[in-house]
């Protein structure tokens, strides 16, 4: 079983920056993509940025220009570093791994428990 675990999280004033890395059990190389969701209260999830095996990135319009993901294979971790936060990024943040196509659209296999970033003075 993948188990991705992420860290980084914590409470940071507007403007400020964090960085959120998610360490996976097994070799990241082996997995087609990895990425970042958020899930903000009363929101639906939403994707923040993925990035394929192959180098392709994408990003949700609200964080380009802000937010950057990168990956380190030889630690197997993937990192979002994020830069101007506003208190709309406020959200519990998720890992996931594995992308794969399903009726509602491209979906990850495998995600992480999440942690909790507050943009807040």
């Known amino acids: 079983q993948v188990q991705l675990v992420e860290s980084g999280g914590g409470l940071v004033r507007p403007g400020g920056s964090l960085r959120l890395s998610c360490a996976a059990s097994?070799?990241?190389?082996?997995?087609?993509?990895m990425g970042w969701y958020r899930q903000a209260p009363g929101k639906q999830r939403e994707l923040v940025a993925d990035?394929?095996?192959?180098?392709?990135?994408r990003y949700a319009d609200s964080v380009k220009g802000r937010f950057t993901i990168s990956r380190d294979d030889a630690w197997n971790t993937v990192y979002v570093q994020m830069n101007s936060l506003k208190p709309e990024d406020t959200a519990v943040y998720y890992c996931?791994?594995?992308?794969?196509?399903?009726?509602?659209?491209?979906?990850?296999?495998?995600w992480g428990e999440g942690t909790q970033v507050t943009v807040s003075s």
């Open positions: 097994e070799r990241i190389v082996g997995f087609n993509a």
């Open positions: 990035l394929t095996s192959g180098g392709r990135t």
């Open positions: 996931v791994a594995e992308r794969i196509i399903t009726m509602r659209g491209l979906e990850y296999s495998y």
